[in-house]
């Protein structure tokens, strides 16, 4: 059987691949949920999100100093891997690049999570909610691959199954949707720093020399400091046209 063995804090767990009747049945669970919002919507005063954007746009919710920092952030991100593209610059000015690459995309997402905020509670999203729930009940079973790990969906999401949930999720809408599950390591920035040793696999912030874990101003942490890491999301870099100088030669 197709799928992915999970581990997680002395848990194991084996994710198949969603089948064609497993989508079926989460997209009718999908489906009765979004009748069942409609019909006692008096009651929850949900919102579809046609009807969200209409409301949002009637109150000019992105105001004109969002638009221009959305603006100025995006050509930030483009200018900065047009430079690591290109090359020919030391280092260490590589890496403050990237460094202020993953503070704009950061800022960008910080804007536009506020529109996000809003979806989370039309009905739709609500409804996606418990199909991907129901979707993830049917899809993960115990180690051996002999029952369903969890007893029924309201059992996942309790405090101990939820870290568990999210990475079968993740492996889930992966297989589903083609989405990298490692979106991290993809983004250019991250794979520009973790190729010439400034992150480490986990993309914790490193000495390139030593292998020591830094902060981001890439000051050695404590011992026993966990130190610092990069959580940004994305694509691919293509290798520099001119070599990098490394000023520490």
Request: with cysteine.
């Amino acid at each position: 059987m197709e799928g992915k063995l999970i581990n997680l804090d002395g848990k194991s767990v084996f994710v198949r691949k969603p089948r064609k009747q497993d989508l079926e049945n989460a997209e009718r669970v999908y489906n009765t949920k979004v009748a069942e919002l409609i019909r006692n919507n008096d009651e929850n005063q949900l919102l579809t999100r046609s009807e969200l954007e209409k409301f949002l746009e009637a109150r000019a919710f992105y105001t004109n100093e969002d638009l221009e920092n959305i603006t100025s952030t995006q050509k930030t991100i483009i200018e900065g891997l047009e430079k690591l593209k290109k090359g020919g610059i030391t280092l260490k000015e590589g890496r403050q690049i990237c460094l202020d690459i993953s503070d704009a995309r950061r800022s960008l997402v910080d804007i536009l999570s506020r529109r996000q905020s809003y979806d989370f509670a039309t009905i739709e999203s609500v409804a996606e909610f418990e199909r991907d729930k129901y979707l993830v009940f049917l899809c993960v079973y115990t180690e051996d691959n002999d029952e369903r790990y969890w007893m029924a969906p309201e059992d996942m999401t309790n405090d101990d199954s939820v870290a568990l949930y999210d990475l079968a999720h993740k492996y889930i809408t992966h297989q589903i949707y083609g989405v990298d599950e490692n979106l991290d390591k993809s983004l250019p920035e991250n794979k520009w720093l973790l190729k010439y040793g400034f992150v480490d696999e986990n993309l914790y912030f490193i000495d390139r020399k030593t292998g020591v874990k830094t902060d981001r101003s890439g000051k050695e942490v404590a011992n026993g400091e966990e130190g610092e890491k990069l959580d940004d999301d994305l694509s691919f870099i293509d290798n520099p046209e001119e070599p990098f100088v490394d000023e520490d030669v």
